[in-house]
């Protein structure tokens, strides 16, 4: 057993199952957006902003953006441990790919509310 | 036929360097790869190479051969020479002892980590444990691993993390004893593999399968050992 404290969740299969279930949530929400763009003939603001007024597409819109950060942290964790070899500068850019995480969730809230 | 051979003797090498050797071929044979590195070393007995059955079964000339790993004993010249040229390396990614002999203390380590016995707790019987002809079909493509570690050192995730992660050949013993109805140790062995590096640095590159010379199939079994952890604990 090997420990570690860095990763998503406490053991490999939840990260395991976590980055494939934030894959399916990513997936369904691109080709959802992809067939609403496309779908939609002559685009404006007014049907945009329509549809981010929407409950639903701001709780699956939060979804995605969580899915986001879950399934970059597992990625990036796994590319760093990998190749970063030295323990304080592989924390070092975890905790910046954290903060970044943490920024991006917190901005793309205050913007799918303040629409 | 022009031989590269990977030279490195630490004693008196600061670097290791690669050897050109031309090598005549006998007319209408086709040698092993074993046959020829003999050949060299008649000429220049400093040659290390480790082998010892020559028939594929013991596992000790596992070595890098035009850029794969494969055992010298049971690979033909015509199958891999390219343009009249045998490139011989060490197994990558574990240290060189000498030559093409390299240091398996790692591998061997991540061997002894799965428990590669049988556990079972329950009394002897008399004669001996037996098992239905449908549990044991579970363990073929499984027990004829012969650990030449060909597999795990062609595996980035095992180059990158040999201490953490253990290997598609670990692995593949991992699942043969987790695959034995004869074993009650399922529990604790998983509880040992349940961590984001020993089984899950898997990334399914399959270079594993691509080299295996016995032909088996550790990402299959490391597939295996993923739904297991995950029947237990979703």
Known sequence: MVKSVTNLGRTGAYDWLMQRVSAVVLALYTLFLTGFVLGSSDLDYAQWAGLFDQMWMRIFSLLALISLGIHSWVGLWTVTTDYIKPTALRFVIQAGCGLIMFIYLVWGVEILWGL | ?234
């Open chain 2, 1 to 234: 036929m022009l031989v590269s051979l990977y030279r490195y003797n630490p004693e008196t090498d600061n670097v290791p360097y690669m050897q050109d050797v031309e090598v005549e071929l006998p007319e209408g044979k086709d040698l092993m790869v074993l046959d020829v590195l003999h050949m060299i070393k008649e000429d220049d007995v400093s040659v290390a190479f480790r082998r010892s059955c020559r028939e594929g079964v013991c596992g000790s000339d596992g070595m890098n051969i035009n850029g794969m790993n494969r055992l010298a004993c049971v690979t033909p010249v015509s199958e891999v020479v390219k343009n009249n040229k045998l490139v011989l390396r060490p197994l990558p990614g574990l240290p060189v002892v000498r030559d093409l002999v390299v240091d398996m203390s790692i591998f061997y380590q991540q061997y002894e980590r799965i428990q590669p016995y049988l556990i079972n707790d329950n009394p002897e019987p008399a004669i001996e444990r037996l098992q239905s002809p449908e549990d044991r079909e579970k363990l073929d493509g499984l027990y004829e691993c012969i650990l030449c570690a060909c597999c795990s050192t062609a595996c980035p995730s095992f180059w990158w993390n040999p201490d953490k992660f253990v290997g598609p050949a670990g692995l593949l013993q991992a699942y043969r004893f987790l695959a034995d109805s004869r074993d009650t140790a399922t529990a604790e062995r998983l509880d040992n593999l349940d961590d984001p590096f020993s089984v899950f640095r898997c990334r399914g590159i399959m270079n594993c399968v691509s080299v295996c010379p016995k032909g088996l199939n550790p990402t299959r079994a490391i597939g295996h050992i993923r739904t297991m952890l995950m029947q237990r604990t979703t």
